[in-house]
């Protein structure tokens, strides 16, 4: 297999998708975490090197397409220790894909003595089952596009933690982030810990909300992730994100479950 392209190519002021960003859901749709991720870089560069990111919320608004992107962001109030920041991202004919907010914050290192929280890490990378999303074929996209290893539960039987690596760039030619690798990783919580059968059932997440207390580090993210659901159709993810460090910040996306076409519930 030839090696796989980064997420975006720069041409101006567009971003220009490859086939690695193509998401499970539709050939001409990209997954959510690396057009998410596209959002975070602006948003950090917008909230400059003394600020960290404390909370992103993506709303989804409607499927990204597998087409050349445009991102926006703007300051809604630049307080002197909390910045909040609003960005989208704008197909071709100027429609918003995905709106975000983001708080920053100021931190001042080591001014506060905080317990360590005592919770069981998972096993990390290099003792956890390397593992091929099944929901997803062929030779190109973002499950191509991005190492998945499990660290403990089962897929497809609830609960379930999974290491995340992306194989690519973010953007060709540059390195990508601990918190865009995050990112990129994050939208995948509801494909980790999944609870109905995908061959029947689709379960599209309409937005994707990342708190964290640090910054990440490394390019390894684990989702130690939960799904629950109601019959009437909605469900939630929520997962502990973790580095190799250590526990990180959380995730929470809503999800629209639905039958597919032509099966019967």
């Known amino acids: 297999m030839s090696p796989l392209p980064p997420f975006f190519t720069a041409d101006g002021d567009r971003f220009v998708p490859s086939a690695s960003a193509r998401g499970p859901w539709s050939p001409r749709h990209q997954h959510g975490g690396p057009p998410a991720a596209l959002l975070a870089r602006a948003l950090a560069r917008q909230a400059g090197a003394r600020a960290q ?3 992103l919320t993506f709303d989804l608004l409607r ?4 087409a050349p992107l445009r991102v926006t962001t703007r300051v809604v109030r630049a307080g ?3 910045q909040r920041l609003a960005g989208s991202l704008l197909a071709e004919d100027g429609t918003a894909v995905i709106e975000a907010t983001c708080l920053a914050m ?3 290192p080591g001014s506060v003595a905080v317990p360590r929280e005592a919770s069981a890490p998972p096993p990390p ?7 091929d999303l099944p929901f997803m074929s062929g030779d190109e996209g973002y ?3 991005t190492e998945w290893r499990i660290a403990r539960g089962t897929w497809g039987n609830g609960p379930t933690a999974m290491w995340l690596r992306s194989r690519v760039a973010l953007v060709t030619g540059e390195a990508t982030t601990p918190l865009e690798s995050l990112v990129i990783a994050a939208d995948s919580a509801s494909g980790a810990a999944v609870i109905l059968d995908h061959a029947t059932t ?3 997440n309409g937005d994707l909300t990342i708190a964290l207390h640090r910054e990440p580090d490394g390019a390894w993210i684990c989702l130690d992730a939960a799904t629950t659901g109601e019959r009437h159709g909605i469900g939630l993810t929520r997962a502990r994100l973790w580095d190799e460090r250590g526990p990180v910040g959380w995730s929470l996306q ?4 639905e039958t597919r076409a032509g099966e019967s519930g």
């Open 106 to 108: 100021r931190v001042t």
């Open 125 to 131: 990378p290099s003792q956890s089952a390397p593992f």
């Open 202 to 204: 689709t379960f599209v």
């Open 254 to 257: 809503t999800l629209l479950l």
């Open 63 to 66: 499927p990204v397409p597998l």
């Open 80 to 82: 002197s220790k909390v």
């Open 143 to 145: 499950h191509r596009a």
């Open 53 to 55: 990111i404390a909370r």
